[in-house]
Nanobody, 121 residues
Framework: QVQLVESGGGLVQAGGSLRLSCAAS????????MGWFRQAPGKEREFIATISYRGGYTGYADSVKGRFTISRDNAKNTVYLEMNSLIPEDTAVYYC??????????????WGQGTQVTVSS
């Protein structure tokens, strides 16, 4: 079973950057598509970005396209979310998630505990 632990969240000014990391346990990490989601206070959890098992496919929500980049290092069992040009609306708890498929399909099966990102204006 894969377990996920996010890190890298924090407080940043608008226009700044952060890089989130998600470390996965288990030997099968490289077999799974991964994704990042976020949930702002009072809002539903929303999709942000996804990446296929070898990184050949990536997809983004329109709200972050061109500002955020998802990547993975299968040798390190880690997936990243590089966030640039942050705006206050990006404030949320960010979750890493694993799909138990090579390509992102349906709802992720495994979730991390989340990391808080706060963007001040």
């Amino acid at each position: 079973q894969v377990q996920l632990v996010e890190s890298g969240g924090g407080l940043v000014q608008a226009g700044g950057s952060l890089r989130l990391s998600c470390a996965a346990s288990g030997r099968t990490f490289s077999s799974y598509a991964m994704g990042w989601f976020r949930q702002a206070p009072g809002k539903e959890r929303e999709f942000i970005a996804t990446i296929s098992y070898r990184g050949g496919y990536t997809g983004y929500a329109d709200s972050v396209k061109g500002r955020f980049t998802i990547s993975r290092d299968n040798a390190k069992n880690t997936v990243y979310l590089e966030m640039n040009s942050l705006i206050p609306e990006d404030t949320a708890v960010y979750y890493c998630a694993a799909f138990l498929t090579a390509q992102p399909m349906g709802t992720p099966n495994i979730w991390g505990q989340g990391t808080q990102v706060t963007v001040s204006s």
